[in-house]
């Protein structure tokens, strides 16, 4: 089974509307980081957000904000006021159990959604 | 600038020989990475390094060889048992701790025919 679900291959949006991307993930582990991360055509992967397990908050950062739903297992990532150079591939990523020591930095990668922002 | 570099960003090779990918980063990261991209697919781990002189097996492995012998650099090999090498190629680099972000280099992409 998939551990990350992208289920939007691509998404449309207007200019200065708000978008929200779609991201499922499936772990037994009670510990968990989730990360969202934009690769413009360029190919360079840009980090925009991360969310822990044990959050209490939504993580935000600037026009970013994660919608974390911890019991449908969902991170769905919104982003504000879209802009035209917020057109780019966007892929959810998941890493699992806690940092001790001999820990694991893998990171588990969705398929990606393809998001462009029409003027 | 503190950055992750990669080079080439464009590679060709003829199948059957080995290539070595650079990966340097001056981020001062202890961890480093090596990830896979095929079209329309998300990334695959290929190996990943915590600190100078060891490094772990990610999901695909085989056909890939890496060394860190030295904090700032990373490089990976593509031997002529990978069978399918032609894709997109990205390092990353993180702090060592659970919630630290991977920063990414540019990439190099790889064309073997």
């Known amino acids: 089974a998939q551990k990350i679900t992208q289920t939007q291959p691509g998404m449309f949006v207007q200019e200065k509307e708000a978008v929200t991307l779609d991201c499922t993930y499936d772990t037994s582990d009670p510990s968990y980081g989730l990360f969202w991360y934009k690769q413009p055509s360029s190919g360079e992967m840009i980090f925009l957000i991360y969310?822990?397990?044990?959050?209490?908050q939504n993580a935000t950062e600037g026009r970013y904000s994660l919608n974390f739903q911890k019991a449908r297992k969902s991170a769905n990532l919104v982003i504000s006021a879209s802009q035209l150079g917020d057109s780019a591939m966007y892929f959810c990523?998941?890493?699992?159990?806690?940092?001790?020591?001999?820990?694991?930095?893998?990171?588990?990668f969705g398929k990606g959604t393809l998001l462009t922002v029409n003027p | 600038d503190g950055g992750i570099t990669q080079s080439p960003k464009y590679l060709f090779r003829k199948e059957g020989q080995n290539v070595t990918l650079s990966c340097e980063q001056n981020l001062n990261h202890d961890a480093m990475y090596w990830y896979r991209q095929d079209p329309g697919q998300g990334l695959r781990l290929i190996y990943y390094s915590q600190i100078v002189n060891d490094f772990q097996k990610g999901d695909i492995a085989e056909g890939y060889s890496v060394s860190r012998e030295k904090k700032e650099s990373f490089p990976l090999t593509v031997t002529s048992a990978q069978k399918n090498p032609t894709a997109f190629y990205l390092c990353?680099?993180?702090?060592?701790?659970?919630?630290?972000?991977?920063?990414f280099g540019p990439g190099t992409r790889l064309t073997v025919t």
């Open positions: 990353a680099s993180s702090l060592r701790g659970f919630a630290y972000e991977q920063y």
């Open positions: 990523a998941m890493r699992e159990g806690e940092d001790s020591g001999g820990s694991n930095y893998k990171l588990t």
């Open positions: 969310q822990g397990s044990y959050d209490q």
